[in-house]
């Protein structure tokens, strides 16, 4: 059931598949690893993440605030999604995930033709170090790896570095509304 988007025609890529461990702009060493679904141990540590996240850096209302309703959401969309975690040691300190643009995620079969939502966010200490961009490359890369073919989003407009990452990576705008900005991007080659 294909979806009313717009997607590039060529496919962008390749992306590196996780894990990886990298340093960052500050010299830290950053791990990335996907882990699929959140398992209810990697439940508790992104749930952890967000709750230390500052409310400010919300975008269009995500992630939500307090312990509980961070939980909520997450479990809401957890057993469907794709995750990639970044951590610090044991702190995780960003968190991508692809969740499917579907009514019923259950009836997702292999070969059907899904659109996937992208989110992201990395803790505020940690930003502007690289640490987004690898923890995008990694989950497209994971993605990629699973047969994911079709990557969406929405940026608020203003959110000019958000904008110029997904630009790098290959995600090309295919609308706008007054505060929003839909980008695209599709996935393929290894």
Do not use: C
Not at 55 to 74: F, K, M, N, V
């Amino acid at each position: 059931m294909p979806g009313t988007r717009t997607y590039p025609t060529e496919p962008s890529g390749p992306f590196p598949s996780p894990p990886a461990t990298f340093e960052d702009r500050e010299g830290r060493l950053i791990e990335v690893e996907g882990v699929g679904a959140l398992s209810e141990k990697r439940l508790g540590d992104v749930v952890e993440m967000y709750v230390e996240f500052d409310p400010s850096d919300r975008a269009q209302g995500i992630p939500p605030t307090g312990e509980d309703r961070i939980r909520s959401w997450l479990e809401s969309i957890g057993e469907h999604s794709v995750n990639v975690l970044a951590s610090h040691g044991d702190d995780v300190i960003g968190h991508a995930m692809l969740v499917p643009d579907v009514e019923d995620p259950d009836a997702i079969g292999a070969n059907d033709d899904v659109e996937w939502e992208l989110a992201i966010f990395v803790v505020q200490a940690y930003q502007r170090a690289g640490i987004g961009t690898e923890l995008l490359e990694h989950l497209l890369g994971y993605a990629n790896g699973i047969d994911i073919e079709r990557v969406w989003l929405t940026v608020e407009r203003w959110n000019h570095p958000a904008i110029a990452l997904y630009e790098r990576v290959g995600f090309e705008t295919t609308g706008s509304e007054s505060f929003e900005q839909e980008m695209a991007i599709r996935l393929g080659e290894s």
